[in-house]
T-cell receptor, first 113, second 114 residues
């Protein structure tokens, strides 16, 4: 069984450009999470999906960040007008359901020049 | 406020020595507790978790952790470390009432001395 996959693995972009990060959760997992890990820091919760809805968006750092999930599966995290402080590793995780163990993908390393 | 503290930023132990990584939490509800490991260039892997029941939890790779409610701690232990254990270790806490948001500690980097 495949684990959580994320693409791209690395993304270098220029300040001001928009980027899209993709997450494919484990098949059958209804819950999906996005986190951000800055250099030398722990994980910062961004957003959580249950199915296609996002009951908890409290971690999104600004209105430049948005996320959607379609078909209860793939999720896309979009960062508009990227800033240098957005540079980080963006991690996606999925779990079977509410309160179940989260399984993490390998992450997307975003570098904003 | 809910929080997780890993007081040791970096620990170095000799190969074959015992290991204890500290984790303290502050959480209003009954906590779920996790330890994750992140090896260089790899994703986070779950080592073990505590939801309820026996407070001594066995995990993968020979790790164990003990939940001590009175001390608000969930320290990770291993009797004898191997060079391959060098990695970053993260403690995390959640609860059934707020399982959508698991709070992670800032991590402890473990180095192994040959």
């Amino acid at each position: 069984g495949a684990g959580v996959s994320q693409s791209p693995s690395n993304k270098v972009t220029e300040k001001g450009k928009d980027v899209e990060l993709r997450c494919d959760p484990i098949s059958g997992h209804t819950a999906l999470y996005w986190y951000r890990q800055s250099l030398g820091q722990g994980l910062e919760f961004l957003i959580y999906f249950q199915g296609n809805s996002a009951p908890d968006k409290s971690g999104l750092p600004s209105d430049r960040f948005s996320a959607e999930r379609t078909g209860g599966s793939v999720s896309t995290l979009t960062i508009q007008r990227t800033q240098q402080e957005d540079s980080a590793v963006y991690l996606c995780a999925s779990s079977l359901g509410y309160s179940d163990t989260q399984y993490f993908g390998p992450g997307t390393r975003l570098t904003v020049l | 406020a809910q929080s997780v503290t890993q007081p040791d930023i970096h620990i170095t132990v000799s190969e074959g020595a015992s290991l204890e990584l500290r984790c303290n939490y502050s959480y209003g509800a009954t906590p779920y507790l996790f330890w994750y490991v992140q090896s260089p260039g790899q994703g986070l892997q779950l080592l073990l978790k505590y939801f309820s029941g026996d407070t001594l939890v066995q995990g993968i790779k020979g790790f164990e952790a003990e939940f001590k409610r009175s001390q608000s701690s969930f320290n990770l232990r291993k009797p004898s470390v191997h060079w391959s254990d060098a990695a970053e270790y993260f403690c995390a806490v959640g609860s059934y009432s707020s399982a959508s948001k698991i709070i992670f500690g800032s991590g402890t980097r473990l180095s192994i001395r040959p």
